[in-house]
């Protein structure tokens, strides 16, 4: 994980809207340890690293309800040109969280994933990231330069995540493993 430009631990309620995020050499925007959280109506553009990162991918087994990200939602934003030099960003990371809403965001022109949801590689058992919901998002011109991952990539079991009326484009000669839905390690 890169760090972010703007980073934020441990928030609750706290709502970003209508910023502008461009011309950045890191992340953009990073909440970690967030509660209820609102990311509406934002612009990541032209951004080194990962647009935006919600949660993190350290805590995917505490039992501690103040480590665990929960009840955020991230809505309305414009994220285009985003991981430019670290090419293994992506547009939204969204790591060990639960009951996040992520509807209604253009994700596009990236080298690699639009959004990466979960964080737990190897491993079968369910970590903290559940329930999430993944709603109506239009996800194109990604995996423009990597391979193995997707427009909408899942990595680990994450009971009760929903991934539903997403329209997703591949645009890209160069994807060869992944695809607009990618489930990997464990993904049910």
């Keep these: 994980m890169i760090h972010a430009n703007v980073t934020f631990d441990y928030t609750r309620a706290v709502t970003f809207s209508g910023n502008t995020f461009i011309r950045l050499g890191a992340a953009g925007l990073a909440l970690t340890i967030a509660k209820n959280d609102i990311v509406i109506g934002n ?8 647009g935006l990162i919600l949660g993190d991918v350290l805590n995917g087994n505490t039992q501690n309800p103040n480590l665990i990200t929960s009840g955020n939602t ?3 934003n414009f ?11 992506v547009g939204l ?8 809403m992520i509807n209604n965001n253009e994700i596009a022109n990236l080298p690699y ?11 079968v058992k369910p970590t903290v990231a559940k329930n999430n919901t993944v709603r109506a998002n239009y996800i194109h011109d990604f995996m423009r330069v990597l391979q193995d991952g997707g427009g909408l990539y899942s990595l680990s079991a994450q009971p009760g995540n929903l991934y539903t009326r997403n329209f997703i484009t591949l645009g890209s000669a160069h994807m060869t493993l992944g695809g607009a839905l990618y489930l990997d390690d464990h993904s049910r």
């Design 113 to 123: 994933d639009a959004i990466s949801i979960g964080w737990a590689i190897g491993t």
């Design 79 to 89: 994220i285009h040109n985003v991981a430019v030099e670290f090419e293994g960003g």
């Design 74 to 76: 991230i809505s309305n």
């Design 43 to 50: 612009k990541f553009q032209n951004i080194s690293g990962d």
């Design 93 to 100: 990371f969204v790591g060990h969280a639960q009951d996040t």
